[in-house]
């Protein structure tokens, strides 16, 4: 089974600090995804990375960027964090290969 | 706005019974759609997809896609409480390429 996982697991931050959230997967998967879930919302698309070194915006990119050093890895970060900020984020991989994208367990993040 | 609409947001029905929820995209530069389970507390997990117009049917769960109107359902039937959760359509151009997730249908099967 496809495994991902993201670290921290909960994260309390405060407001004009800077968050890093972490992602790694084992899989091999060229694609990474970062989302946010909100009630009402659903998941929306931050970032994602078609392979190492490349990074694109998704759907609600400001007041975030992110990193993909390596195949494995991809990191979501929050500059200047802010209360809006406070949500559930998920980090998923996928390719063509496998044709659906696995997500990680999930990070909680409260920005105070 | 929301380029996957999913209705209804939430739906109750009787354990042993038919489940049925719907999904739309506005964004006519789709092809793939996903359908995704999510249990409380848990992450999304792959549940179908289906990618070419007709009915796919895997134990108690069809689904069905008209690719002219975008439109893809999900049917459960013989429901069981452990299907109790939180129903997430996804939309996309291919099957490599990110996707786009609707808001939800919670589902919750009553004993």
């Known amino acids: 089974e496809a495994a991902v996982t993201q670290s921290p697991r909960n994260k309390v931050a405060v407001t004009g600090g800077k968050v890093t959230l972490s992602c790694n997967q084992t899989?091999?998967?060229?694609?990474m995804y970062w989302y946010r879930q909100d009630t009402g919302h659903g998941l929306r698309l931050i970032h994602y990375?078609?392979?190492?070194?490349?990074?694109e915006k998704g759907d609600i990119p400001d007041g975030y960027k992110a990193s993909r050093p390596s195949q494995e890895n991809f990191s979501l970060i929050l500059e200047l964090a802010t209360p809006s900020q406070t949500s559930v984020y998920f980090c998923?991989?996928?390719?063509?290969?496998?044709?659906?994208?696995?997500f990680g367990p999930g990070t909680r993040l409260t920005v105070l | 706005q929301q380029k996957v609409q999913q209705s209804p947001e939430s739906l109750i029905v009787p354990e042993g019974g038919m489940a049925s929820l719907n999904c739309t995209s506005s964004d006519r530069n789709v092809d793939y759609f996903w359908w995704y389970r999510q249990h409380s507390g848990k992450s999304p997990k792959m549940l179908m997809?289906?990618?070419?117009?007709g009915e796919k049917e895997e134990g108690r769960f069809t689904v069905h896609l008209n690719k002219a109107s975008l439109h893809t359902s999900l049917h459960i039937r013989d429901s069981q409480p452990s299907d109790s959760a939180l129903y997430l359509c996804?939309?996309?151009?291919?099957?490599?390429?990110?996707?786009?997730f609707g808001t939800g249908t919670k589902l919750q099967v009553v004993p």
């Open positions: 998923a991989s996928g390719d063509d290969r496998v044709a659906e994208q696995f």
């Open positions: 997809s289906i990618f070419s117009n």
């Open positions: 899989n091999n998967h060229n694609n």
């Open positions: 990375s078609y392979g190492a070194g490349s990074t």
């Open positions: 996804a939309a996309s151009k291919n099957s490599g390429t990110y996707q786009r």
